[in-house]
Antibody, heavy 121, light 107 residues
C-alpha cells in the first residue's frame, strides 16, 4: 500500500526558516519525481519544487528560487523542502506529491495529506 | 505557459458539466485534471488529455482540441461537487503549471 506521511509544518516568523519532510512507503521512491505543491487559504494549487527520480535534476518555481531548496534521501524514502526567508504570502498548506514519471513533466498521482505552514509575527 | 479556467460552473443533477482550460501550451503539452473536495488532497482524474484514471467514474471524460482542454462530467451527481484543476507542463524548466481552478456546484 502506498503511503505518504508529511511533517514539519507550523508557525514561523517572517524571515524565518522551516523544513518540511515527506516520508513515503509502498513504492520505489528512487524511481519517481517528487514535488511540493502548495495551496494558500482559499486559493488554488501552486507548484513549488520538484526533485527528479533516478538522480534527475531539481526545479523550483520562480518566486521560490533562492529561498526554497528541495532535496531527497533515497535511503530514507524521504523528500524535504528547506524553506528560508519566509514571507506572509508563503502561508499555505504544502502537499508532497509523486509524479507518474521519473523525469517530471507528468502528473501527480499520489498526494500526501498536506502540512500547514503559517508565516506570521 | 499560463492556464485559464472559468471560476465556477453550476449544473443540475443528471445534467452535463463542461469545464474548459485554455493555454498556449496545450496541444504541445498534455492536459491533466484533478478533483479536490474541501479539506482533502487533490485526486488525479484524467491524464494525458483524455485517459481516465483507474477507479474514476465513467461519467468523467476529457478531450483537447487545439489549445483548449475540456473536462466533461456526464450525469452529474451531488458527490461531484468540488474544485477542478487543470494542469500541464509549463515550458522549459517549469514542469508543472496549474489552472486557477473551477468550482462545480450541483444545484
Amino acid at each position: 500500500e502506498v503511503q505518504v506521511v508529511q511533517s514539519g509544518g507550523g508557525l514561523v516568523q517572517p524571515g524565518g526558516s522551516l523544513r518540511l519532510s515527506c516520508k513515503v512507503s509502498g513504492f520505489n521512491f528512487n524511481l519517481y519525481a517528487m514535488s511540493w505543491v502548495r495551496q494558500a487559504p482559499g486559493k488554488g494549487l501552486e507548484w513549488v519544487s520538484t526533485s527528479g527520480g533516478n538522480g534527475g535534476g531539481t526545479y523550483h518555481a520562480e518566486s521560490m528560487r533562492g529561498r526554497f531548496t528541495i532535496s531527497r534521501d533515497n535511503s530514507k524514502n524521504t523528500l524535504y523542502l528547506q524553506m528560508s526567508a519566509l514571507r506572509a504570502d508563503d502561508t499555505a498548506k504544502y502537499f508532497c506529491a509523486r509524479d507518474v514519471t521519473p523525469a517530471a513533466y507528468g502528473a501527480f498521482d499520489v498526494w500526501g495529506q498536506g502540512t500547514i505552514v503559517t508565516v506570521s509575527s | 505557459y499560463e492556464l485559464t479556467q472559468p471560476p465556477s460552473v453550476s449544473v443540475s443533477p443528471g445534467q452535463t458539466a463542461r469545464i474548459t482550460c485554455s493555454g498556449d501550451g496545450l496541444g504541445k503539452e498534455y492536459a491533466y485534471w484533478y478533483q479536490q473536495k474541501p479539506g482533502q488532497a487533490p485526486v488525479l482524474v484524467i491524464y494525458r488529455d483524455s485517459e481516465r484514471r483507474s477507479g474514476i467514474a465513467e461519467r468523467f471524460s476529457a478531450s483537447t482540441s487545439g489549445t483548449i482542454a475540456t473536462l466533461t462530467i456526464s450525469g452529474v451527481q451531488a458527490e461531484d461537487e468540488a474544485d477542478y484543476y487543470c494542469q500541464s507542463g509549463g515550458g522549459r524548466g517549469i514542469p508543472y503549471v496549474f489552472g486557477p481552478g473551477t468550482t462545480v456546484t450541483v444545484l
